[in-house]
């Protein structure tokens, strides 16, 4: 399927359901309503992203590479932090993870719908201007930066509408609290990791395979929550005409190609 969202960008369909299921899968786990799990939760889903997306085009990401990409100069969340975690959401109400969910709904649009460019931005990078077989984290951090810049720089924003629709619905479809729906993205994996004794029983390495497992899996089963809200937002997308992401694209092109000229 050709978008009018990307005209002259038919070489980034290929990877666009697999961004589109990590916006949202990322989106969702942020809504969760414990210190420590929401960004480490997020940063696990998008760096599964990356990884899959440098993999398609041949590039190799180093772990430092990764990290860049998610977290830029921010330290990342450890999973030894999850203790604190674990006691929070047993405190916390239903009630109070209803109301987060409500309060969040446009929030995490618009964060779906960022890392939806962002990530874009990555294939377009991976597909039109990396050279080389890896990417190292220096450049993957000056990467980010770049793509940042180009973001802020280009006027307008890329309509969030689509991807608050979908989480809308699939809200109102399952009446699941904050939790419950970042469960489903991830079939249970983000509820096992919580239903450790202690947080040291799971090392980052295995709880981040297992997130991106699971998100692979809810995907490929069309009648899942993920699936259905990745279709319905694939969809409006594709139906929609925002220049937007065009018009990123060039400013990000411009500016790594500056960037890589400056360096020889």
Known sequence: MTSAIVPRRDYLVGQRRLIIARSIAGSVAGIIPVPFLDDWAKAAVLGGGYRRIAAAHGVDLSDEAVMSLVHGKSPPAKMADLAVSGIAYRIASRAAKRMMLALAAIGRAR?????????????????????????????????????????????????????????????????????????????????????????SEVTDAEAVDTLDHAIETELANKTGFLSRTVAAVEVQLSADANPFLDQVIDTFDTRWRAHAAAKR
């Open 111 to 199: 964060s779906a719908a960022r890392t939806f460019v962002t990530m874009t931005l990555f294939d377009h990078y991976c597909t039109k201007l990396h050279t080389g077989l890896a990417l190292d984290g220096p450049t993957a951090l000056a990467l980010r930066e770049e793509i940042e810049r180009a973001i802020a720089q280009t006027p307008g924003a890329l309509g969030f509408h689509p991807f608050r629709k979908g989480l809308a619905s699939a809200a109102r479809a399952t009446l699941k609290a904050p939790l419950e729906l970042a469960d489903l993205a991830t079939r249970g994996a983000v509820r096992r990791l919580l239903a450790k004794k202690s947080a």
